[in-house]
């Protein structure tokens, strides 16, 4: 497609659940990075992954956080036992130089 | 602490004036850029300026950067209320590592 596509656009679970969001990256795009912005805040980092070299997790909060990649393809971020403090704006953006943005998914845990 | 720290946090101006934000850094970076943020939603790439240079245009956009002093300004010329968003700085560092963007300024432009 002709941008980064995120899916669903809006999640709201129940505490507890697991979700899984979706990126879907631009073609030819070997960076790949996820955010979460919460309410009226910056972006905060989560994971990178650059082609087929080991992902940089560093920003991943707790291990109930997990992303995939394979290749320069399809992202997956899943949140376990969600809890409240999970809800939050989650982007995906994707880079050669500059980096291209989703509309990201809204998440709202209760 | 971010490695880009924009200031101020907020800014509020009338159409017409120019508004002006800032971003600081700590280490040596590849190149600095500037993103727009409508909404809470995707942000907008608006402009990139590498280490070797020191000042880009892009309309009514002027970025400048000072390595010596690790910093950055976004200047928006005679603004417009569709202006209005928040803007962030992103660098990326030396080697060529991830993308890291600082907390913003959130941009108010009155009609």
């Known amino acids: 497609g002709a941008g980064v596509s995120q899916s669903p656009s809006n999640k709201v679970t129940e505490k507890g659940k697991d979700v899984e969001l979706r990126c879907d990256p631009i073609?030819?795009?070997?960076?790949l990075y996820w955010y979460r912005q919460r309410l009226g805040q910056g972006l905060e980092f989560l994971i990178y992954?650059?082609?087929?070299?080991?992902?940089?997790k560093s920003g991943l909060p707790s291990d109930r956080f997990s992303a995939e990649r394979t290749g320069e393809s399809v992202s997956t971020l899943t949140i376990q036992r969600t809890q409240q403090e999970d809800s939050a704006v989650y982007l995906c953006?994707?880079?050669?130089?500059?980096?291209?943005f989703g509309q990201g998914t809204r998440l709202t845990v209760v | 602490s971010q490695q880009g720290e924009e200031d101020p946090q907020a800014l509020s101006i009338q159409e017409g004036e120019n508004a002006t934000m800032n971003c600081s850094y700590k280490?040596?970076?590849?190149?600095l850029q500037w993103y727009r943020q409508n909404s809470g939603r995707g942000l907008v790439h608006l402009i990139l300026i590498r280490s070797n240079e020191r000042e880009k245009h892009s309309g009514r956009l002027r970025v400048t950067l000072d390595t010596s002093k690790k910093s950055s300004s976004l200047l928006i010329t005679a603004s417009r209320a569709a202006d209005t968003a928040s803007y962030f700085c992103?660098?990326?560092?030396?080697?060529?590592?991830?993308?890291?963007f600082g907390e913003g300024t959130q941009l108010t432009v009155n009609p």
């Open positions: 953006a994707t880079s050669n130089t500059e980096a291209f």
């Open positions: 992954f650059q082609g087929n070299s080991a992902p940089d």
């Open positions: 992103a660098t990326v560092l030396g080697g060529g590592s991830r993308l890291t």
């Open positions: 073609s030819g795009h070997t960076a």
């Open positions: 280490t040596s970076i590849n190149n």
